[in-house]
């Protein structure tokens, strides 16, 4: 968070040195008018910390305080007392006022104060980062997943964690694009910062602009208080910007001066704000395609997605959810106050032949529902939603061309692609006839049509372990 600081000082000479001492600080300055009464204006901005002559306060002083103190901000109020008058100091902090300082003091001293004050605040948000255990979560580590084709993924994802370069997330709705941009955050040098996460598809097009970049009272009707915006929230952290697809071509052009020089200027404001942030993106629609239709900008494209990393459907990652399962039983279990052991075989067999197009926001949704209905200490077919309980879905899922994900063959030859998916396609037909019949390598090799020597060595490059098959009811 970029802090923000509104000052109205009486003395000219101390509005200068101030002015000239606190930019040096991370912070927003912003003056108010000395000839004006100063009170609306200060009660109209948006700070985080408020310095103020006490020969500006209008009387009675405890009404004006208490203006500032209810603002939504909660800000902090420091004044500046031209009296060293113990009485009077006291008087101040019991009307609310959070530092009272002599401003005879000398100015360094003065300035440390400020400093402490503005690190307070910026504890003050930190703290509201992190969970009751102290922790912020996700993590990367923490991410449920077998499937060798997300933990390559994830190899990926901790290689770019260091990195400051922006980010651009693809995957279908619900695979977790929004899940894993706060574990990057989170294990990124800029985890101690804010995640301020934005969804483009869900604010009015006239808003977006000042929704991202904040505006200045009276910028627009309505328009009754300043406000800050979202890449000023995320100083020093990171922003996500859900659904960029969505965003409106007029903003896209605005957003890529932005990313420029991270410089901008709040809707109806005048002067230019700062911020170091990193920007993550996220979309489910298809860029390229946007693009040709001229929907979305090609530069602004390859400006947001100096990095870009596709998350697989879960439909091309079936091992990891009988984990994901698992997890969201115990999670609903608890949240719901139950005790629920597992899943039986068929509920758990239709869970992972089932196509996922919701992906694991729809998985989270079918296991809470199924919680909540279960009454034994076993999840069964029957607590899922009826689409599970066609006889379709216990037959092997087809092979669906558009379920490839073409973006992960964008640095493979053909022959290596070919490779890729002939393994897919190898693995899925053993595994089946090893189901069949109860991982017999034998009568496997004889139906598959090739010699138990040669399902054994394939069955080592492509990981399946018979051991699991055997286990299951033959
Ligand atoms: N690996 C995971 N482990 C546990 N929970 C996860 C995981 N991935 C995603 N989730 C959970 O699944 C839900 C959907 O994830 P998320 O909102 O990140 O998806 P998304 O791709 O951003 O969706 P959309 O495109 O619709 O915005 C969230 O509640 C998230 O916490």
């Known amino acids: 968070m970029l802090i923000r600081v509104v000052c109205a000082i009486k003395e000219k000479k101390m509005q200068a040195d101030l002015e000239k001492r606190l930019s040096d600080l991370d912070v927003q300055l912003k003056f108010c008018d000395r000839q ?81 004050t503005l690190e307070s605040r910026r504890q003050f948000y930190y703290m509201d980062r992190f969970d009751q255990r102290g922790r912020y979560q996700p993590r990367l580590n923490d991410f449920v997943s077998n499937s060798k084709e997300m933990q390559m993924f994830l ?99 605005k957003l890529l001066r932005v990313l420029q020089d991270f410089e901008f200027t709040p809707v109806g404001g005048e002067k230019p704000v700062w911020v170091d942030v990193r920007v993550i993106a996220a979309t489910n629609k298809n860029l390229e395609k946007e693009i040709k239709k001229g929907q979305f900008r090609q530069d602004l494209y390859y400006r947001l997605g100096v990095i870009t990393l596709t998350i697989p459907p879960l439909r091309r990652r079936k091992e990891d959810i009988p984990a994901l399962a698992n997890h969201f039983l115990s999670v609903y279990n608890k949240k719901i106050g139950c005790e629920i052991n597992r899943f039986s075989n068929d509920a758990m067999k239709a869970l992972c032949t089932y196509q996922w197009p919701g ?70 037909y053993l595994e089946m006839v090893l189901e069949k019949t109860g991982g017999k390598i034998g009568e496997t090799a004889r139906i598959a049509g090739i010699h138990p020597r040669g399902l054994y060595g394939k069955m080592k490059i492509l990981n399946i372990d018979k051991a699991t098959f055997k286990s299951k009811d033959h």
């Open 155 to 253: 190899d990926e994802a901790q290689q770019i964690v260091t990195s400051d370069a922006s980010l651009l997330l693809l995957g279908e709705t619900g695979v977790g694009k929004e899940h894993l941009s706060k574990a990057i955050h989170a294990e990124s040098h800029r985890s101690s910062g804010p995640f301020i996460a934005i969804n483009m598809a869900a604010i009015p097009e006239q808003l977006i602009e000042s929704e991202l970049f904040g505006h200045e009272q009276g910028a627009f009707t309505g328009a009754v208080r300043s406000r800050r915006g979202a890449f000023e929230m995320a100083h020093t952290g990171t922003i996500f910007l859900d659904e960029i697809g969505e965003m409106p071509l007029q903003m896209q052009t």
């Open 359 to 428: 992906n694991i926001r729809e998985l989270m949704n079918v296991i809470e529902r199924a919680v909540i209905l279960c009454k034994s200490d076993t999840i069964s077919i029957e607590n899922f939603p009826s689409i599970f309980h066609k006889k379709s879905m216990t037959s092997p899922a087809g092979f669906d061309i558009n379920d490839l994900d073409l973006n992960a063959w964008k640095n493979k030859t053909l022959s290596e692609a070919k490779q890729e998916i002939l393994h897919q396609v190898e693995k899925k």
């Open 36 to 116: 004006k009464s100063p009170w609306q204006e200060l009660a109209r901005s948006c700070a985080d910390v408020f310095i103020v002559s006490s020969l500006l306060i209008p009387k009675p002083v405890e009404s004006s305080i208490s203006i500032l103190n209810n603002l939504p901000e909660k800000p902090i109020t420091i004044v500046l007392h031209n009296r060293e008058s113990s009485e009077e100091h006291a008087n101040l902090l019991a009307s609310g006022v959070d530092v009272v300082l002599y401003s005879g003091i000398s100015f360094d001293s003065m300035i440390e104060v400020i400093e402490s």
